[in-house]
C-alpha cells in the first residue's frame, strides 16, 4: 500500500504529538521552520528546514517519518487504512520509510490481548539486519519495549540505528487487535545547508546532495563521522572524517563542528599511520575555507608530531595497518604491507609535507612552513624524470603522486595508463575513489572522472542508495535487486550510510562549479567551471567565512552571475566557450574588452565585492560533444552455475584434478593437477556436517563408496571475517576451468558473492557472482588464463560454505 508523498513530511507538523506519547532522548524538531525551497535532487526529508541559529553546541533534535510503503505478509493477517493495521492472526508488515534515516522503529497499539507475541526488526536493506559480534545488539530484531501505548525497538543505549526498513512480526494473536503510527522517530543534529549545487546531468545533482545528506545523517551530538549503523565501531575515525568534513564545509559550512572534531581527534589516529596524515590534511583544509589561524597554530605541536613521525618512518615505512578496502591496497586490514600501499603511504607523506608547509607560510609561521617544505623535497629529489620511478605504481599509488603535486612526465604517463581503463580507476571504496577523482582532475582527466562518479557514486543511486555505502561495486546491481543485501567482506558487514563516501560532494563543488580557495578563509578565490562533456549549465553556492560566494554559468544562453562577497576577492573568473568564439562580453552591462582567453575560456581578473550579472554572446556553433567510453566491463564474463549435478561430480568435473576441504584450510595437494601450484587459504573457518552416507549432496569420495560434507566458511559474525580467500597460482599459461562447489545441507539460507583477482596485479578479473539457493549444493564454473585470488564472500546466511574445487582443461 502507498499513501500520498504528503504524509512524508508530516513529522514537522504532527512530530510533537506523536512523541509526547512515549519519552525520547532529545526535544522534538524545534527553533526553524520549513522556509526553504524545496530540491527535488536531495533525498534529505529536511531539506527544506531551516534553524533560525543553530550552533554546534546544540543537543540533537528529533522528527517523525511515515512509511511511504507498506507490505502484509500473509496479506490476510491485516486490513489497512493508511497508517492504521487491524490484525487478524500471526503475520509480518515490512514498511519502506523511503530513505536512510539516523533513527529507531515505534509503533502505538491499546488494545493487544495477553499472549500476543511480537518482535520488530529494521534495516538499511530489504531484509532484517545483522551485524557483527561486539554490537549492543547484533541481530537488529528485538521484542519492543513498552512505554506506555507506545511499542518500541531498542537495540542499543543511544537508540538509534540506520534505518530505511522496518518490520513488525506478529509471531502469536490469540485475538485481534489495532497497530497505528508506525513510524521512525529520527535523529538530527541542527545544520543548516549553506552550499547548493545544480547542472545540466540530475544524476550530478542527486550524488551532491546525497553526499551531503550522508554527512548530516552521521553528526552526532558531540562528535564527527560516526558510522550510522550500530557494529561497534560508532566512534570518530581520523581518516574517515577527512573527505566527510570536506563535504560538510561545502554543503554546510558548520566550521565549530569540523573544528572540535579536529581538536577531538588531535591526539587520535586509530592506530594507522595514513589517518594520522589525513588529520593533518583536515586540519590544513580546515585552515584554507576558514584563515582560523589561532586554531591552526594551536594544533601546529600535534600536526609537527605527526609530519615528523612521517618523515623518520619514510625509509622503513611503519606497520601501515590498513590503506583502504581496495584488494590492490591489501584488501583492508588483510595484507596492509603490499607494495602498492608503501608506495601510496610515501606519496600522502609527501602530499601532507606540502599541504600543511603550505598552510603554515599562509599562517605566516615560516619555519614551519620551510621544514616541511624540506621534507618534502628531500623524498622527492631521488624520483627521476622518467617513468623508471613510477611505472610499478597502481592507480591508487599515482593517485597520491598527482595529489601531492607530483607532475613530472613519468607520473603524468603513469597516471595516463592507470585512468584510461574504466575497470581499472574504480575503486572498491568511494573513500578512496576520492582521491583518485582528485587527481584525475589535477591532470586534466575530468571527463573520465565523470564516468567514474557516474560508476560509483551513480552506481549507488541506482542501487536504490539514498546515503552512500562503506563499498561498492558496480556489478552489484547486475547480481541485486534495489534495495537487496550487499555482499558482507573485508570490512565485515558492509554499511549503507558511510560518511566517508561523501567527499564526491565537495569534489563537484570545486571541479564543476569551479570555485576553489586560493587564500585563507577565501580571500581570494578562483572561480573556474566545468561546462564541457555534455555539461551545459551550472549554478550554486560555497560557503566563505564572510558570506557566501554564488555562481551560475549558462552556456546556451550565455547569462551568468556571480557574487562575490565582502572582504573577498574573485582573483580569476574563467567563462566557458564551449568551443565557441567570444563575440561580445558585457559585465553588469556595460562592455568589457580587456579579457585574457584560451581555448576553453575567456579569463577576467581581480573582481571585487559586489554581485556580477555577465552576458556573453557566442559566435559559433556549441560543442556538445560527449566522452565516448567502452562500456564497463570485465575481461571474465562467462560463469555457469549448476544445480543440479549436486554432490556427483564424477565424470563431470575434476577430470584434471580436485580438492576438498576436509581438514579446514589445509589443503591436500595429491589430486591437484600439476599445472596448479600450492593453493594458500586466508582467514577460512571450517564446518562438518553429519549426513547420510548416501546424501546426494555430500560429495562423492574420489574412489569408492561414500561421500563428504565438509566446507570452508566465513567466520561469521567476528568482525571482518565475512570473506575468505582462495589463492591459485597457475604454472602454464593456458585456460583452465575452475568449478567451485558450495553447499548449504543444513538450510541455513546461505546466499554468498564471488569474486576473482589477477593473483599477481589484484586487479579484478570478473563482476561479482551471486550464489544462492544452494541447499542441495551448486557449483560455480569459469575459466582463467592466469593465476588468480578468488574471494568468498558471506551476503546472508549463517555464512558462506565451500565444499570443493574442481580442474579441468576445456
Same mark, same amino acid.
Given at each position: 500500500?502507498?499513501?500520498?508523498?504528503?504524509?512524508?513530511?508530516?513529522?514537522?507538523?504532527?512530530?510533537?504529538?506523536?512523541?509526547?506519547?512515549?519519552?525520547?532522548?532529545? #526535544?522534538?524538531?524545534?527553533?526553524?521552520?520549513?522556509?526553504?525551497?524545496?530540491?527535488?535532487?536531495?533525498?534529505?526529508?529536511?531539506?527544506?528546514?531551516?534553524?533560525?541559529?543553530?550552533?554546534?553546541?546544540?543537543?540533537?533534535?528529533?522528527?517523525?517519518?511515515?512509511?511511504?510503503?507498506?507490505?502484509?505478509?500473509?496479506?490476510?493477517?491485516?486490513?489497512?487504512?493508511?497508517?492504521?493495521?487491524?490484525?487478524?492472526?500471526?503475520?509480518?508488515?515490512?514498511?519502506?520509510?523511503?530513505?536512510?534515516?539516523?533513527?529507531?522503529?515505534?509503533?502505538?497499539?491499546? /488494545?493487544?490481548?495477553?499472549?500476543?507475541?511480537?518482535?520488530?526488526?529494521?534495516?538499511?536493506?530489504?531484509?532484517?539486519?545483522?551485524?557483527?559480534?561486539?554490537?549492543?545488539?547484533?541481530? $537488529?530484531?528485538?521484542?519492543?519495549?513498552?512505554?506506555?501505548?507506545?511499542?518500541?525497538?531498542?537495540?542499543?543505549?543511544?537508540?538509534?540505528?540506520?534505518?530505511?526498513?522496518?518490520?513488525?512480526?506478529?509471531?502469536?494473536?490469540?485475538?485481534?487487535?489495532?497497530?497505528?503510527?508506525?513510524?521512525?522517530?529520527?535523529?538530527?543534529?541542527?545544520?543548516?545547508?549553506?552550499?547548493?549545487?545544480?547542472?545540466?546531468?540530475?544524476?550530478?545533482?542527486?550524488?551532491?546532495?546525497?553526499? =551531503?545528506?550522508?554527512?548530516?545523517?552521521?553528526?552526532?551530538?558531540?562528535?564527527?563521522?560516526?558510522?550510522?549503523?550500530?557494529?561497534?565501531?560508532?566512534?570518530? !575515525?581520523?581518516?574517515?572524517?577527512?573527505?566527510?568534513?570536506?563535504? *560538510?564545509?561545502?554543503?554546510?559550512?558548520?566550521?565549530?563542528?569540523?573544528?572540535?572534531?579536529?581538536?577531538?581527534?588531535?591526539?587520535?589516529?586509530?592506530?594507522?599511520?595514513?589517518?594520522?596524515?589525513?588529520?593533518?590534511?583536515?586540519?590544513?583544509?580546515?585552515?584554507?575555507?576558514?584563515?582560523?589561524?589561532?586554531?591552526?597554530?594551536?594544533?601546529?605541536?600535534?600536526?609537527?608530531?605527526?609530519?615528523?613521525?612521517?618523515?623518520?618512518?619514510?625509509?622503513?615505512?611503519?606497520?601501515?595497518?590498513?590503506?583502504?578496502?581496495?584488494?590492490?591496497?591489501?584488501?583492508?586490514?588483510?595484507?596492509?604491507?603490499?607494495?602498492?600501499?608503501?608506495?601510496?603511504?610515501?606519496?600522502?607523506?609527501?602530499?601532507?609535507?606540502?599541504?600543511? *608547509?603550505?598552510?603554515?607560510? =599562509?599562517?605566516?609561521?615560516?619555519?614551519?612552513?620551510?621544514l616541511f617544505s624540506r621534507y618534502a623535497a628531500e623524498k622527492t629529489a631521488g624520483f627521476s624524470q622518467g617513468s623508471a620511478s613510477f611505472e610499478r605504481y597502481g592507480v591508487h599509488a599515482i593517485a597520491e603522486a598527482l595529489n601531492a603535486g607530483l607532475t613530472n612526465p613519468g607520473v603524468l604517463q603513469q597516471a595516463a595508463a592507470c585512468f584510461k581503463d574504466r575497470?581499472?580507476?574504480?575503486?572498491?571504496?568511494? &573513500?578512496?575513489?576520492?582521491?583518485?577523482?582528485?587527481?584525475?582532475?589535477?591532470?586534466?582527466?575530468?571527463?573520465?572522472?565523470?564516468?567514474?562518479?557516474?560508476?560509483? !557514486?551513480?552506481?549507488?543511486?541506482?542501487?536504490?542508495?539514498?546515503?552512500?555505502?562503506?563499498?561498492?561495486?558496480?556489478? !552489484?546491481?547486475?547480481?541485486? $535487486?534495489?534495495?537487496?543485501?550487499?555482499?558482507?567482506?573485508?570490512?565485515?558487514?558492509?554499511?549503507?550510510?558511510?560518511? !566517508?563516501?561523501?567527499?564526491?560532494?565537495?569534489?563537484?563543488?570545486?571541479?564543476?562549479?569551479?570555485?576553489?580557495?586560493?587564500?585563507?578563509?577565501?580571500?581570494?578565490?578562483?572561480?573556474?567551471?566545468?561546462?564541457? /562533456?555534455?555539461?551545459?549549465?551550472?549554478?550554486?553556492?560555497?560557503?566563505?567565512?564572510?558570506?557566501?560566494?554564488?555562481?551560475?554559468?549558462?552556456?546556451?544562453?550565455?547569462?551568468?552571475?556571480?557574487?562575490?562577497?565582502?572582504?573577498?576577492?574573485?582573483?580569476?573568473?574563467?567563462?566557458?566557450?564551449?568551443?565557441? $568564439?567570444?563575440?561580445?562580453?558585457?559585465?553588469?552591462?556595460?562592455?568589457?574588452?580587456?579579457?585574457?582567453?584560451?581555448?576553453?575560456?575567456?579569463?577576467?581578473?581581480?573582481?571585487?565585492?559586489?554581485?556580477?550579472?555577465?552576458?556573453?554572446?557566442?559566435?559559433?556553433?556549441?560543442?556538445?560533444?560527449?566522452?565516448?567510453?567502452?562500456?564497463?566491463?570485465?575481461?571474465?564474463?562467462?560463469?555457469?552455475?549448476?544445480?543440479?549435478?549436486?554432490?556427483?561430480?564424477?565424470?563431470?568435473?575434476?577430470?584434471?584434478?580436485?580438492? &576438498?576441504?576436509?581438514?579446514?584450510?589445509?589443503?591436500?595437494?595429491?589430486?591437484?593437477?600439476?599445472?596448479?601450484?600450492?593453493?594458500?587459504?586466508?582467514?577460512?573457518?571450517?564446518?562438518?556436517?553429519?549426513?547420510?552416507?548416501?546424501?546426494?549432496?555430500?560429495?562423492?569420495?574420489? =574412489?569408492?563408496?561414500?561421500?563428504?560434507?565438509?566446507?570452508?566458511?566465513?567466520?561469521?559474525?567476528?568482525?571482518?571475517?565475512?570473506?575468505?580467500?582462495?589463492?591459485?597460482?597457475?604454472?602454464?599459461?593456458?585456460?583452465?576451468?575452475?568449478?567451485?562447489?558450495?553447499?548449504?545441507?543444513?538450510?541455513?539460507?546461505?546466499?554468498?558473492?564471488?569474486?576473482?583477482?589477477?593473483?599477481?596485479?589484484?586487479?579484478?578479473?570478473?563482476?561479482?557472482?551471486?550464489?544462492?539457493?544452494?541447499?542441495?549444493?551448486?557449483?560455480? #564454473?569459469?575459466?582463467?588464463?592466469?593465476?588468480?585470488?578468488?574471494?568468498?564472500?558471506?551476503?546472508?546466511?549463517?555464512?558462506?560454505?565451500?565444499?570443493?574445487?574442481?580442474?579441468?582443461?576445456?
Amino acid at each position: 500500500m502507498k499513501w500520498p508523498l504528503i504524509l512524508f513530511f508530516l513529522q514537522a507538523i504532527t512530530g510533537n504529538a506523536v512523541l509526547a506519547q512515549s519519552a525520547a532522548p532529545y #526535544r522534538p524538531l524545534h527553533g526553524g521552520q520549513l522556509n526553504a525551497p524545496p530540491v527535488p535532487a536531495s533525498p534529505d526529508p529536511l531539506i527544506r528546514y531551516r534553524w533560525a541559529n543553530p550552533h554546534y553546541t546544540d543537543p540533537l533534535q528529533v522528527y517523525t517519518l511515515y512509511p511511504l510503503k507498506a507490505n502484509a505478509f500473509p496479506a490476510a493477517s491485516f486490513v489497512q487504512h493508511h497508517n492504521t493495521f487491524n490484525v487478524k492472526a500471526p503475520g509480518t508488515l515490512m514498511f519502506d520509510f523511503g530513505v536512510e534515516s539516523a533513527a529507531w522503529l515505534e509503533f502505538d497499539a491499546d /488494545n493487544i490481548p495477553a499472549g500476543t507475541e511480537i518482535t520488530m526488526s529494521i534495516s538499511e536493506y530489504n531484509e532484517p539486519a545483522i551485524v557483527n559480534a561486539g554490537a549492543a545488539h547484533p541481530v $537488529k530484531t528485538a521484542v519492543p519495549v513498552k512505554h506506555g501505548n507506545t511499542y518500541r525497538l531498542e537495540l542499543n543505549d543511544a537508540l538509534y540505528e540506520g534505518v530505511r526498513f522496518g518490520w513488525i512480526h506478529i509471531n502469536k494473536a490469540p485475538a485481534p487487535f489495532t497497530i497505528k503510527e508506525v513510524r521512525l522517530v529520527c535523529q538530527v543534529k541542527p545544520v543548516n545547508y549553506a552550499g547548493s549545487f545544480s547542472c545540466s546531468d540530475t544524476v550530478l545533482n542527486r550524488i551532491w546532495y546525497t553526499g =551531503a545528506y550522508t554527512v548530516k545523517l552521521n553528526l552526532m551530538q558531540d562528535y564527527f563521522g560516526a558510522i550510522l549503523m550500530e557494529r561497534s565501531d560508532r566512534h570518530s !575515525w581520523t581518516g574517515d572524517a577527512y573527505p566527510a568534513q570536506a563535504a *560538510s564545509l561545502v554543503a554546510f559550512a558548520n566550521y565549530n563542528a569540523v573544528k572540535e572534531n579536529i581538536r577531538r581527534t588531535a591526539g587520535k589516529d586509530n592506530g594507522i599511520p595514513a589517518y594520522s596524515l589525513y588529520w593533518v590534511l583536515s586540519l590544513a583544509d580546515y585552515f584554507n575555507y576558514t584563515g582560523d589561524t589561532a586554531f591552526l597554530q594551536s594544533l601546529l605541536p600535534v600536526a609537527a608530531r605527526r609530519l615528523k613521525l612521517a618523515y623518520r618512518e619514510y625509509d622503513s615505512i611503519p606497520s601501515l595497518g590498513f590503506m583502504g578496502w581496495d584488494e590492490r591496497l591489501g584488501a583492508g586490514f588483510e595484507h596492509p604491507q603490499l607494495q602498492e600501499c608503501q608506495d601510496a603511504y610515501k606519496m600522502l607523506c609527501i602530499h601532507a609535507w606540502k599541504d600543511f *608547509s603550505a598552510a603554515m607560510l =599562509a599562517a605566516g609561521d615560516t619555519a614551519a612552513a620551510l621544514l616541511f617544505s624540506r621534507y618534502a623535497a628531500e623524498k622527492t629529489a631521488g624520483f627521476s624524470q622518467g617513468s623508471a620511478s613510477f611505472e610499478r605504481y597502481g592507480v591508487h599509488a599515482i593517485a597520491e603522486a598527482l595529489n601531492a603535486g607530483l607532475t613530472n612526465p613519468g607520473v603524468l604517463q603513469q597516471a595516463a595508463a592507470c585512468f584510461k581503463d574504466r575497470l581499472n580507476r574504480l575503486s572498491y571504496s568511494p &573513500f578512496n575513489q576520492y582521491f583518485i577523482i582528485r587527481a584525475m582532475a589535477r591532470s586534466s582527466f575530468i571527463p573520465q572522472a565523470l564516468t567514474t562518479i557516474r560508476d560509483c !557514486w551513480g552506481g549507488q543511486l541506482h542501487y536504490g542508495g539514498t546515503s552512500f555505502f562503506e563499498v561498492y561495486r558496480p556489478s !552489484w546491481n547486475a547480481i541485486l $535487486k534495489p534495495n537487496d543485501a550487499p555482499p558482507n567482506n573485508q570490512c565485515g558487514y558492509t554499511s549503507l550510510a558511510h560518511p !566517508w563516501g561523501a567527499g564526491v560532494t565537495c569534489w563537484l563543488s570545486e571541479n564543476i562549479l569551479g570555485i576553489r580557495s586560493a587564500a585563507p578563509g577565501f580571500k581570494q578565490f578562483v572561480v573556474k567551471p566545468y561546462l564541457q /562533456n555534455g555539461l551545459t549549465y551550472v549554478k550554486g553556492v560555497v560557503p566563505a567565512p564572510s558570506g557566501n560566494i554564488a555562481a551560475s554559468f549558462d552556456l546556451r544562453s550565455g547569462q551568468c552571475e556571480l557574487t562575490v562577497p565582502p572582504g573577498t576577492q574573485a582573483v580569476k573568473v574563467g567563462l566557458p566557450k564551449g568551443g565557441r $568564439k567570444i563575440k561580445q562580453l558585457r559585465i553588469n552591462n556595460r562592455l568589457y574588452n580587456t579579457a585574457v582567453e584560451d581555448s576553453n575560456y575567456v579569463y577576467i581578473s581581480n573582481l571585487q565585492p559586489g554581485h556580477y550579472v555577465i552576458r556573453i554572446q557566442y559566435r559559433g556553433m556549441l560543442n556538445s560533444s560527449t566522452l565516448q567510453e567502452p562500456p564497463l566491463s570485465c575481461s571474465q564474463h562467462t560463469f555457469i552455475q549448476d544445480s543440479v549435478t549436486s554432490g556427483s561430480w564424477r565424470g563431470k568435473y575434476g577430470k584434471d584434478g580436485f580438492t &576438498f576441504f576436509e581438514e579446514g584450510a589445509r589443503v591436500d595437494e595429491s589430486h591437484l593437477p600439476s599445472y596448479i601450484g600450492s593453493i594458500t587459504i586466508n582467514k577460512a573457518g571450517f564446518i562438518r556436517w553429519q549426513t547420510a552416507a548416501t546424501d546426494p549432496r555430500a560429495l562423492q569420495n574420489p =574412489a569408492g563408496n561414500g561421500r563428504t560434507a565438509s566446507a570452508i566458511i566465513t567466520r561469521d559474525p567476528l568482525p571482518t571475517q565475512q570473506t575468505f580467500t582462495i589463492d591459485l597460482p597457475l604454472k602454464e599459461k593456458h585456460p583452465v576451468c575452475i568449478s567451485l562447489y558450495f553447499l548449504d545441507p543444513d538450510a541455513q539460507q546461505r546466499r554468498s558473492a564471488v569474486e576473482i583477482f589477477d593473483l599477481d596485479t589484484l586487479a579484478i578479473l570478473a563482476p561479482v557472482q551471486l550464489i544462492d539457493h544452494y541447499e542441495k549444493g551448486k557449483y560455480l #564454473r569459469f575459466t582463467v588464463d592466469r593465476p588468480v585470488r578468488i574471494r568468498i564472500n558471506q551476503v546472508r546466511g549463517k555464512n558462506a560454505a565451500l565444499a570443493g574445487l574442481f580442474f579441468d582443461r576445456p
